[in-house]
């Protein structure tokens, strides 16, 4: 096959450079070719596929140019051909007899067009899948404000069909509010969020973009835009900003609440900084006495007629720590919770609220919660606190007042009371006879079974009120409020009696365990001191050791000071 001569004659006679002006009008590639494929004349753009139409045995071109001679029409195909870079697609058409016995042909580089068919196809399928499958949706809306397209098969709980011809406004709430409402613009806009009513009447916070449609003299032909559902975005926002604000509550009640140095003060303190924080009319903090009985710990606010009673019923009925209990008492709406360490129970909280205020919320119902799990701590570090002070004031055998807690604590307090008072009081020094004996034949744990002993005795022979200590060893002391001389004899002369039975203890040792007592009448217009009233109780005692022990002996009055 011949390359592309265009001094080659023409087939009606004319010459080369005419065949190629004439071809030259047309915009694509345009060859002229003889009947068995010589090319007689081609302008610029059908010289430079030539070549490659002519290559090859057969060349490409022949059985077009054959097919068109057979059948004496024109022939039109897509042809793929290869070239260095690749392939090339070229649209091709050959016209039998265009000029004399001259074959027309003309081809079109849509090699592009080719290639971008197939990716323009997917990239609209995919769009149109993920419009489908998306929580969101397209819409559009004609010049009256109808939906004329919705995307979605379920948009908002409608399906597309029943929102089509629908007006935006009639499901948007407050519609009137929005300028300019986003459905209706005429400028773009982006992110407007409004309040839709769905299919079951529920509402959806919408996040709305539009984009106006315009005719060529500018009127408004209508909108387009997407809806984006972000109720459960909004949600999440709520909820996470009511966490961080019953945090922040939480965080000032348990500042209260470490702010106080006196233990007995922090739930006080509790009680305070929870009824404000939750608008409470008041708050009352109870401690756990036995399982399932609760007293009144600390209170705060005005709860005038409910009483302390029905609070602790409330705690009584909740089962699980991890739950609140909420009813209506009279006037007042009470919200409770019970306190807990290590999943033991140890106390509870209650709010009340006037009748006449909102309900208990969500909100405040795990405040509440929270708050309890705060206090169940705090009381727990109070028991500790109380069972510290409790042992620092104890005698470990017998339970009784050590002799710190006699001297440092309780006589100051009583005597000053007594002093203010002008009333009398009797102070009994008691001593072990032969107890060390006692230690030595038979050991020291009966020797502490008598001490027990000892405790249990001076107990029958006191009153609620009076103080008992053990100050040493084997001596004892105590204390009966409100008596004079008379009685005081009278009593000591009972617990000398009584003593006998202590001789159990002493079988096999020579001498019997018994007490020797010393009594010392207190006198506030004397002004004696603690000391020198010891002092004149054990005088009183050692004198009954000299005189054979398994006595008492009542001390001489205290000299008056002027």
């Known amino acids: 096959m011949s390359a592309i001569d265009d001094r080659t004659p023409p087939a009606d006679g004319g010459d080369a450079a005419g065949n190629a002006k004439w071809l030259d009008g047309y915009p694509g590639g345009a060859l002229l070719v003889t009947p068995e494929g010589t090319v007689i004349a081609a302008n610029r753009a059908g010289r ?9 045995e057969p060349p490409p071109l022949t059985a077009l140019i054959q097919r068109a001679m057979a059948g004496g029409s024109i022939v039109a195909e897509m042809m793929e051909l290869p070239v260095n870079e690749g392939q090339v697609v070229l649209d091709l058409t050959v016209m039998p007899r265009a000029r004399g016995d001259a074959l027309l042909v003309l081809l079109r580089d849509v090699t592009m067009e080719h290639n971008l068919r197939p990716a323009l196809i997917e990239s609209r399928q995919r769009y149109k899948d993920l419009v489908e499958v998306s929580s969101d949706f ?15 098969q379920s948009a908002l709980g409608y399906a597309a069909d029943e929102l089509i011809g629908q007006r935006p406004a009639e499901l948007v709430v407050d519609a009137a509010a929005y300028r300019p409402f986003p459905f209706q613009s005429d400028q773009p806009l982006d992110g407007v969020e409004l309040w839709m009513r769905r299919s079951d009447d529920t509402l959806a916070c919408v996040a709305v973009s539009c984009r106006p449609l315009h005719a060529a003299d500018g009127t408004w032909l209508g909108a387009r835009g997407v809806c984006r559902d972000i109720t459960r975005e909004r949600e999440r926002e709520a909820a ?9 509550i939480l965080h000032y009640v348990i500042q209260a609440i470490r702010n106080e140095v006196e233990p007995e003060n922090m739930l006080t303190a509790a009680a305070a900084s929870a009824a404000r924080a939750l608008g409470a009319s008041g708050c009352r903090v109870f401690r756990m006495a036995a399982p399932g009985a609760y007293t009144l710990a600390a209170e705060f606010g005005e709860t005038e007629g409910l009483p302390s009673a029905d609070m602790e019923a409330i705690l009584a009925d909740i089962d699980d720590a991890d739950i609140t209990l909420e009813r209506e008492i009279g006037p007042w709406r009470v919200l409770g919770a019970v306190t807990d360490y290590r999943a033991a129970v140890n106390g509870g909280v209650c709010l009340c609220k006037a009748g006449g205020l909102t309900d208990w ?25 109380e069972r510290i002070v ?29 002093e203010h008072a002008r009333t009398s009081a009797a102070l009994y020094y008691v001593d072990l006879d032969n107890f060390k004996a006692v230690n030595d034949r038979h050991g020291h744990q009966h020797g502490d079974e008598a001490l027990v002993a000892v405790r249990d005795l001076l107990l029958e022979h006191s ?15 105590m204390w009966l409020d409100g008596i004079g001389t008379e009685v005081a004899e009278v009593r000591a002369r009972r617990l000398i009696e009584a003593s006998l039975r202590l001789h159990r203890f002493s079988q096999g ?34 004198s009954v050791k000299r005189r054979g022990k398994g006595g008492f002996e009542m001390a001489e009055p205290p000299t008056r000071r002027g």
């Not at 002004?527 to 005088?539: F, S």
């Open 48 to 56: 430079e596929f030539a070549s490659i139409l002519l290559q090859g």
């Open 138 to 152: 397209a819409w559009e809306v004609g010049p009256d404000g109808a939906f004329v397209f919705v995307s979605s």
């Open 240 to 248: 996470l900003m009511r966490a961080r604000h019953r945090e922040q």
């Open 361 to 385: 919320s969500d909100d405040e119902r795990l405040l509440v919660g929270d708050i309890a799990d705060q206090l169940g701590i705090a009381i727990e570090q109070i028991n500790n606190h």
């Open 390 to 418: 409790r042992l620092s004031r104890t005698d470990a055998l017998t339970g009784l007042l050590n002799r710190r807690a006699f001297y440092d604590d309780e006589m100051p307090r009583r005597l000053r009371r007594l």
């Open 463 to 477: 009153r609620p009120g009076d103080m008992i200590a053990r100050i040493g060893g084997d001596e004892f002391v």
């Open 509 to 542: 040792v020579e001498n019997p365990l018994g007490i020797s007592v010393g009594v010392a009448v207190y006198d506030p217009a004397a002004k004696e001191t603690l000391d020198e009233l010891l002092a004149r109780a054990d005088v009183a005692m050692y």
